[in-house]
């Protein structure tokens, strides 16, 4: 059998993909650098024993039940139509040649996906989620909660088929992710969150939330530089897979995700600005992820001034949201990683219906009617019902039930010691004194 020839196309797309890690990397600093600085060395190690587990339980079982749209799937049928649920592919993926297919290229994008996925809860539960408890609820995460609702949407399942079955515009479209990846890696770290409870020190005997700023200002920054980069190939690799745009359409995904990050951290450094007095570095940080993860569902369909409009409101929204769960919900979320990622995944959903000009024809051009003028917002409407309704209660059902039987929070010890020297055995920074003694002064 000859072997297949490595078209320009394919060196295209794994370039992309070898820039995804870059993304991984960056919300792992970001959330570091959050944290407490006695918790540092754990949250970031947390993030590698993460991600090595989520690549190998989608390798086992995740992308079997994931697949690519064209391959075996389990099918119900409904309403005259079969709507495809589940994949159908092989375990370990046997028998699949690693050979840069469309197939291969999807199971190497998708590996980084599921890990950067898995490593958004780790914002939201920093200072108090236990290291074998994080990578057993990342198991769950990665061998079934996202390879489901990855093949609903990337696999040719049912939200994917909504379009042709229902006549609900194209179905789904989520280039890059915003829905796919992040949405549902954010609302696991709102079950998480709920689950685990907030920090002790974090609420004061009134029931008033007290500050806990994060302990490394340039960490957190940084880190949002090496996440744009890998966002960059995030979203092309995965537009060009999944959305199957021309590769020369890279350039405006590239712009537009670069534009609504930009819009973002603008917009929240003026809110906090106008607020506070001064810029906020760790909002304005999440500001601008939350704009790179708006810009994921229809980095290929918008120009780029629509791409400053969707990044300003993921910024703004994500400025007010993160005082509402505080406040409102009595929810301790650190890194901010429930209202970036996932109602600015949601935000990044609901962007197509409103902006999103969709292809026409296999070279990618773009009608001159948005999506909003058909029943696209449908499809969108349904996506995101679907991630409230059923992934959001599958994600915290599924962890309620492991930390029945693997307590996921640490023991109060551990939470006053800190996680480096209570599961490590030794602080990042053992040079100097990294707490103060305001956990025996809050409840």
Not at 106 to 115: E, H, K, T
Not at 228 to 244: P, R
Not at 276 to 293: E, K, M, Q, T, Y
């Amino acid at each position: 059998m000859p072997a297949p020839i490595f078209t320009a196309e394919t060196a295209v797309v794994l370039f992309c993909i070898f820039l995804a890690p870059l993304a991984i990397a960056g919300i792992a600093l970001i959330n570091s650098g959050l944290g407490r600085a006695r918790s540092a060395a754990h949250s970031l190690l947390a993030s590698l024993c993460i991600f090595s587990v989520a690549a190998a339980a989608y390798v086992i079982c995740g992308f079997a039940w994931q697949s690519y749209s064209g391959t075996p799937a389990h099918l119900f049928a409904a309403g005259g139509h079969d709507w495809n649920w589940l994949g159908r592919g092989p375990f370990f993926l046997r028998g699949m040649e690693l050979d840069g297919s469309a197939l291969s290229l999807c199971a190497c994008l998708q590996i980084f996906s599921v890990g950067l996925a898995a490593l958004i809860p780790v914002g939201a539960c920093l200072d108090r989620w236990r290291l074998s408890a994080a990578c057993a609820s990342t198991a769950l995460f990665a061998g079934w909660t996202y390879p489901l609702f990855a093949h609903w949407v990337w696999g040719g399942g049912w939200l994917a088929q909504l379009g042709t079955n229902s006549g609900m515009g194209r179905g789904v479209i989520d280039a890059g992710g915003s829905g796919t990846i992040q949405a549902v890696g954010g609302l696991t770290a709102l079950a998480l969150a709920w689950i685990l409870g907030p920090r002790r020190g974090k609420y004061s005997v009134e029931g008033m939330p007290m500050a806990i700023p994060g302990h490394n200002a340039v960490m957190i920054l940084f880190g949002c530089l090496v996440t744009f980069v890998g966002w960059l190939g995030l979203n092309s690799a995965g537009a060009l897979l999944f959305a199957g745009i021309a590769p020369g359409r890279i350039v405006l995904v590239s712009i537009n995700t670069a534009l609504a990050a930009g819009a973002a951290i603008l917009a929240a450094a003026a809110i906090t600005r106008l607020r506070f007095g001064r810029p906020d570095v760790s909002i304005s940080a999440n500001g601008w992820v939350g704009g790179l993860v708006a810009s994921s569902a229809s980095c290929a369909f918008v120009s780029p001034v629509e791409a400053l409009v969707i990044g300003a409101f993921a910024g703004a929204l994500v400025t007010y949201s993160v005082e509402w769960f505080e406040l409102r919900f009595g929810v301790d979320d650190p890194g901010g990683a429930i209202s970036v990622h996932a109602l600015g995944g949601i935000w990044g959903l609901l962007a197509v219906a409103i902006f999103a000009r969709l292809p026409i024809s296999a070279a990618g051009e773009l009608p001159a009617a948005s999506a909003h003028g058909s029943t696209q917002w449908l499809a969108q409407i349904v996506t995101i019902a679907t991630l409230l309704g059923f992934v959001l209660p599958l994600t915290y059902g599924l962890n309620l039930a492991l930390d029945r039987v693997w307590p996921q929070r640490a023991a109060i010890e551990g939470e006053r010691q800190g996680l480096d020297l209570y599961e490590l055995g030794a602080g990042a920074y053992p040079e100097f004194v990294t707490h103060s003694e305001e956990f025996t002064q809050l409840r």
